[in-house]
């Protein structure tokens, strides 16, 4: 059976477009800086991201743990939303290899962190302290419904950061759906951070890969702590390829995605037992609860789902994210809907 796929946008395989240039793609060493392909890409995304330079790096996860190794030195802390990628879902990297403590500050539901929050967590200079170093923000806020934080907002962080001469670094995994929600372009969203990581293997459909941009000293910095993790790609141009096809066209399709994400939630609104949230979706999320009065638990109905063709992810016993992305078409919104429908009945 041909499953519609809404677990995340990570499972979205490559396009015959990207296996046709990763194919052709023309390749050299990346650790010699030789594969042509890599260095268009890292210097597109640079481009597009208003900073001087970028890294290709095999994951977000590894982008953003470089971005904190560089940032911070081993005692230092980093204020983190306690509903964050980088604090719940990074394995604890920064404390096991880098020796960086968060401090985890509660994310508003709109995904922000307040700027009191943030002020009230920066240690003040004291011989039993650690030395707070870093904010991150997370745009868009994947658990806080996929919200996106405006460039205002980030404005503020960056200045308040940079006042209390902290470092500003955005976890922008999906960074280029937070723009189109808004209207607005990716350069505005992340004028005011250091460092930026993004994913080129979640909406923008490249089998593999993240970049992390920055200043080029930043990016110089965080090239040789990719090779200490190992990270330090050859030929690695076969993957880039995809990358360039995400960044010139993927970047373009995205209000798609979040137009599919409205009319699930508008179909599944319908649906007895189904209790979408009030503002979902914002960007390419739908989250959902089971109604009170369902007997069955989320476990469960997606099991009963699966059976019907459709694969949700369950966030707990009564909890659902449902993520739209390239491969989920018109039919497959139908499908999902008419499936909780017969699941629940
Ligand atoms: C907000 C956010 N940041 C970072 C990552 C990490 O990306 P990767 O899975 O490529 O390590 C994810 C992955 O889902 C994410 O949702």
């Not at 990570?10 to 240039?21: D, G, I, L, W």
């Not at 476990?299 to 063709?309: D, P």
């Not at 966030?315 to 659902?320: D, G, L, S």
Request: include cysteine; hydrophobic fraction near 40%.
């Amino acid at each position: 059976m041909e499953y519609v796929d809404l677990r995340s946008d990570t499972v979205t395989k490559p396009t015959p477009e990207m296996r046709e240039a990763m194919a052709e793609a023309e390749v050299g060493d990346d650790v010699y800086r030789d594969d042509p392909t890599v260095n268009r890409l890292e210097e597109l995304a640079a481009e597009m991201l208003g900073k001087e330079a970028a890294l290709f790096v095999p994951s977000g996860t590894m982008g953003n743990l470089i971005a904190l190794l560089v940032h911070c030195q081993r005692g230092e802390e980093v204020i983190v939303g306690n509903q964050s990628h980088i604090y719940l879902n990074e394995a604890g990297g920064m404390s096991a290899l880098g020796g960086i403590q968060p401090c985890p500050i509660q994310n508003q539901a709109d995904g922000t962190l307040t700027t009191e929050d943030i002020l009230a967590s920066i240690r003040s200079e004291d011989v039993h302290h650690p030395i707070t170093r870093l904010v991150c923000l997370e745009n868009t806020q994947n658990i806080c419904g996929g919200v996106s934080l405006t460039a205002d907002y980030t404005r503020q962080v960056g200045e308040l950061a940079h006042s209390n001469n902290l470092f500003l670094h955005v976890d922008g995994a999906r960074i280029f759906n937070a723009a189109v929600a808004q209207n607005v372009t990716v350069r505005d969203l992340v004028e005011p951070a250091d460092s930026v990581m993004f994913c080129l293997s979640k909406g923008l459909v490249a089998p593999i890969g993240s970049i992390l941009v920055g200043a080029g000293k930043f990016i110089a910095r965080a090239r040789h702590v990719r090779k200490m993790l190992g990270g330090g790609m050859r030929q690695v141009g076969v993957v880039a390829a995809a990358g360039i096809i995400s960044l010139e066209k993927m970047t373009k399709r995205l209000e798609e995605d979040h137009a599919r994400a409205r009319k699930m939630a508008d179909g599944l609104r319908q649906v007895r037992g189904l209790a979408v949230d009030v503002n979902s979706p914002y960007t390419n999320m739908v989250y959902l609860n089971l109604a009170e009065d369902v007997t069955v638990n989320a476990l469960q109905v997606g099991e009963m789902m699966k059976a019907l063709g459709v694969l949700v992810d369950s966030e707990n016993e009564r909890r659902f994210r449902l993520v739209t992305h390239y491969w989920i078409d018109d039919e497959a919104v139908e499908r999902t809907v008419s499936a909780f429908q017969k699941a629940l009945r």
